[in-house]
């Protein structure tokens, strides 16, 4: 098997498993309905290991574009690989998201609220505030990234590592994942909302683009810092690199800033 499909096929089982724990906690006449944060949490952690347990001696299991930009941006990956990778990834996502849908589907006709039906595929935020938003995906990709490249040089964790990875992942969202329901990832967030808006799905409502770009911004630049932090302080690497993303990161974080003014005060005037 290529890596271009370790990575298709490590994604999707994923976005299947951790959607799938979205989809029986939110979804109405689930046995697990109403199970709550900590059972998705959890999912999502377990997910996660299940899919590197899959596909690691494969591609590496990435499964994460926001990974593969920070590995590159290190030299630990070559960049001519990563638009190879973050393809792989985004159909993976979407694939994933096509198979909790039929896993589900008598469900989503007697599931009445539109926004618990999107949660199954994509995030939201608790309170609706571009520039907060934009930080915590950042906060919680950069302890993502930080800790995965952490957890690799203990070489104690070797054939663990996937397993203690689920459990950042958990820790992540037990901490840091109530802002935003912790996406840290584009692909798992960015592919299942396509498919939502493509897919079917009765009373499903607005796929909220509007939000869309915050689950893909914030963990592409947390990403690329915790990668190249990793690299100039636990390493002592000086890389030129984590000043032009710290600059760029510094720009988007004012015009999100600049967004969240003008949203606030569009509440106010209606």
């Given at each position: 098997?290529?890596?271009?499909?370790?990575?298709?096929?490590?994604?999707?089982?994923?976005?299947a498993?951790?959607?799938?724990?979205?989809?029986g906690?939110?979804?109405?006449?689930?046995?697990?309905?109403?199970?709550?944060?900590?059972?998705?949490?959890?999912g999502?952690?377990?997910?996660?290991?299940?899919?590197?347990?899959?596909?690691?001696?494969?591609?590496?299991?990435?499964?994460?574009?926001?990974?593969?930009?920070?590995?590159?941006?290190?030299?630990?990956?070559?960049?001519?690989?990563?638009?190879?990778?973050?393809?792989?990834?985004?159909?993976?996502?979407?694939?994933?998201?096509?198979?909790?849908?039929?896993?589900?589907?008598?469900?989503?006709?007697?599931?009445?609220?539109?926004?618990?039906?999107?949660s199954?595929?994509?995030?939201?935020?608790?309170?609706?505030?571009?520039?907060?938003?934009?930080m915590?995906?950042?906060?919680?990709?950069?302890?993502l990234?930080?800790?995965?490249?952490?957890i690799?040089?203990?070489?104690?964790?070797?054939?663990?590592?996937?397993?203690?990875?689920?459990?950042?992942?958990?820790?992540?969202?037990?901490?840091?994942?109530?802002?935003?329901?912790?996406?840290i990832?584009?692909?798992?967030?960015?592919?299942?909302?396509?498919?939502?808006?493509?897919?079917?799905?009765?009373?499903?409502?607005?796929?909220?683009?509007?939000?869309?770009?915050?689950?893909?911004?914030?963990?592409?630049?947390?990403?690329?810092?915790?990668?190249?932090?990793?690299?100039?302080?636990?390493?002592?690497?000086?890389?030129?690199?984590?000043?032009?993303?710290?600059?760029?990161?510094?720009?988007?974080?004012?015009?999100?800033?600049?967004?969240?003014?003008?949203?606030?005060?569009?509440s106010?005037?209606?």
């Amino acid at each position: 098997m290529s890596a271009f499909w370790g990575e298709l096929i490590g994604t999707m089982i994923l976005t299947a498993l951790g959607g799938g724990v979205c989809a029986g906690v939110s979804l109405k006449k689930s046995y697990a309905a109403n199970s709550g944060w900590i059972v998705i949490t959890f999912g999502w952690g377990l997910a996660v290991a299940i899919a590197a347990y899959s596909v690691g001696p494969i591609s590496g299991a990435h499964l994460n574009p926001a990974l593969t930009l920070g590995l590159a941006l290190i030299g630990s990956f070559p960049w001519a690989d990563v638009p190879s990778y973050v393809a792989a990834q985004m159909i993976g996502a979407i694939a994933g998201a096509v198979i909790v849908y039929l896993h589900y589907l008598q469900h989503w006709k007697v599931t009445d609220d539109p926004k618990a039906k999107l949660s199954v595929f994509a995030t939201s935020p608790a309170v609706y505030h571009p520039f907060s938003n934009l930080m915590s995906e950042m906060i919680g990709t950069f302890i993502l990234v930080l800790g995965i490249l952490a957890i690799g040089a203990n070489k104690f964790t070797d054939g663990l590592n996937p397993l203690i990875v689920g459990f950042l992942i958990v820790s992540i969202g037990l901490s840091l994942g109530g802002a935003t329901g912790y996406a840290i990832n584009p692909a798992r967030d960015l592919g299942p909302r396509i498919a939502h808006m493509l897919l079917p799905i009765p009373g499903k409502g607005s796929s909220n683009w509007k939000y869309a770009w915050v689950p893909v911004v914030g963990p592409m630049l947390g990403g690329a810092l915790g990668a190249l932090f990793y690299k100039t302080v636990f390493l002592g690497h000086q890389d030129v690199a984590i000043w032009v993303v710290m600059g760029i990161a510094l720009v988007i974080l004012v015009l999100s800033l600049l967004l969240s003014g003008r949203s606030a005060n569009r509440s106010v005037s209606m």
